[in-house]
């Protein structure tokens, strides 16, 4: 990711998170669900809770973009709990359909080309990562 991205990427989350994370979470997984409702089975407990886990999440790795390897580790033993729920390599394009679809949702009249595609590039980064800490090849 470039420079420009990473602020581009951090100054529309920072609108996106005036949103509250429910109304976020359930957006998010209402459209993965209505994409793959097998995926629904691998959540046992309540939503509300997730919806914070993932709101949470993205800030801690968004905030630390421009020093990505900060939080590296702790993307990968993310990844490594994933393997765990059953998460497979095809679930990542989907999970980043959804959380794109989401942000252009939320964002409104502020998302653009240049904000997809700099949010392409960051899911991208962080899937990644996910990826490769998970042992899909």
């Not at 990505?68 to 999970?95: C, F, N, P, S």
């Amino acid at each position: 990711m470039t420079t420009q991205q990473i602020a581009l990427v951090q100054k529309t989350w920072k609108l996106f998170r005036d949103i509250n994370p429910q109304v976020v979470g359930d957006v998010f997984y209402g459209k993965l669900f209505n994409d793959m409702p097998a995926l629904r089975k691998m959540f046992k407990h309540p939503m509300v809770g997730q919806y914070k886990k993932l709101t949470d999440m993205l800030s801690m790795m968004i905030g630390r973009l421009h020093a990505i390897e900060e939080v590296t580790e702790d993307i990968r033993r993310m990844a490594q709990r994933h393997v765990g729920y059953g998460v497979k390599r095809a679930h990542y394009k989907l999970v980043g359909d959804a959380l794109l679809w989401t942000l252009e949702q939320g964002l409104g009249k502020d998302w653009n080309e240049e904000v997809k595609k700099a949010w392409q590039d960051c899911y991208d980064v962080i899937a990644g990562i996910m990826i490769d800490a998970s042992g899909y090849h």
